[in-house]
Nanobody
Framework: QVQLVESGGGLVQAGGSLRLSCAAS????????MAWFRQAPGKEREFVAR????????SYADSVKGRFTISRDNAKNTVYLQMNSLKPEDTAVYYC??????WGTGRYDYWGQGTQVTVSS
């Protein structure tokens, strides 16, 4: 069974940092686009960042540009999200997703269960 397991969430003060990790159970995901999304209470899920299979290209939501960095380690089947200068509006459940054709189609095949990030003011 395919699994994506997120970790690294928690409570942090505004201006602080967190690093999220998402470990994939399948080695084949090293050829997939990987991404992070988030969903705040009462809001729709939104795109945060994505990275191509080899890390050659990345893209970010405007709201996190310059503060968040996505990276991956294919040897570990893991994608990371380094979050700096956190703001209370970054509070959400963060989800990892993978998709074979996602970079071009926006379609993600598998999703993790999410990890809570709470930023206090």
């Amino acid at each position: 069974q395919v699994q994506l397991v997120e970790s690294g969430g928690g409570l942090v003060q505004a201006g602080g940092s967190l690093r999220l990790s998402c470990a994939a159970s399948e080695r084949s995901f090293s050829t997939y686009t990987m991404a992070w999304f988030r969903q705040a209470p009462g809001k729709e899920r939104e795109f945060v960042a994505r990275i191509t299979w080899n890390g050659g290209m990345t893209s970010y939501a405007d709201s996190v540009k310059g503060r968040f960095t996505i990276s991956r380690d294919n040897a570990k089947n893991t994608v990371y999200l380094q979050m700096n200068s956190l703001k209370p509006e970054d509070t959400a459940v963060y989800y990892c997703a993978v998709g074979r054709t996602a970079w071009g189609t926006g379609r993600y095949d598998y999703w993790g269960q999410g990890t809570q990030v709470t930023v206090s003011s």
